[in-house]
């Protein structure tokens, strides 16, 4: 199955870059598990029915826990897998499931 990375993930992932330089390795494995079929992370509730997972992912650059590393947040559609967020532990807040809804409408996955 295709992985797309939206714009805005892209973005993020650049802006961590430049503190965590491992960034696009960490995630890399992730890349590579979800184009195999599988489905790491715990998937999410209240965002309307749709398949989305939260995943945690450790940050080797800063040599932390998984549990303070960094998240990813995906959709599975019928056709690609959308990476929609990425964000660092513990300085990122939870990423609400309105925020998930509404960055889902505007990349039309709804």
């Known amino acids: 199955m295709e ?13 961590l870059r430049r503190r965590y330089r491992n960034v696009t390795h960490d995630f890399t494995g992730l890349v590579h598990d979800l184009r195999d079929g599988h489905k790491p992370g715990d998937r999410l509730q209240d965002v309307g029915g749709a398949e989305v997972y939260k995943v945690r992912l450790q940050n080797t650059s800063a040599r932390l826990s998984k549990r303070d590393g960094f998240r990813v947040v995906y959709h599975v559609g019928e056709v690609a897998i959308t990476l929609l967020v990425i964000c660092q532990k513990p300085r990122c807040a939870d990423v609400q499931p309105v925020r998930i809804r509404q960055l889902m409408n505007e990349l039309g996955l709804t």
């Open 3 to 15: 992985v797309v990375l939206t714009p805005k993930f892209r973005s993020a992932a650049k802006k």
